[in-house]
């Protein structure tokens, strides 16, 4: 479960880790799925016996796959929520870089640290974390991010 905190606790948390998500498995099926819903079918993540040709030797994920997990993992125990919320936005991206590739059957999970939170207009936050998508038994993240949710609360 995410951190669930009161409005005026939010500077408390700012630069600090706010949550940690279990891992999750990439396996084939998942890449495969992907590559349908965006019409990106290129060997490196479809074709096993080809992308065992390359540096990679298996098939990888889409970097926007990984990217994409984002949503599904911060509601695992991603992020600060706060209290009396009736609505998250997802409001952009400001930073992304791939910085390592996941390949099939890796395990992946999220790390959230709280960058900022700043009321914009009444009952609407801006809030930023830094994102980091681990790689489990991999020194270099698969990606960072600084990610921007808005938040409305009752």
Known sequence: MSKVVSAD?????????????DWLQIDQDRI????????????IHVDPERAAETPF????????????????L???????????????????LDK?????????????????ELVSAEEKKPKHFLIKHNVTIDIDGEEKPALIAQWLGMTVVA
Not at 9 to 21: H, R, W
Not at 35 to 41: E, L, P, V
Not at 75 to 85: D, P, R, T, V, Y
Request: glycine letters at 12%.
């Open 57 to 72: 030797g298996t098939t990888i994920a889409h970097g926007f796959l990984t990217l994409s997990l984002m949503s599904m």
């Open 9 to 21: 606790q939010l500077s408390n948390y700012i630069g600090q880790e706010v949550g940690v998500t």
């Open 96 to 112: 992304v870089r791939f910085i390592n590739p996941v390949k099939v059957n890796d395990k992946i999970r999220a790390r959230f």
């Open 32 to 43: 495969n799925k992907f590559a349908d819903a965006t019409g990106d079918h290129q060997y």
């Open 74 to 92: 911060s509601s695992q125990n991603g992020g600060i929520k706060l209290e009396n919320a009736v609505m998250g936005i997802n409001y952009g």
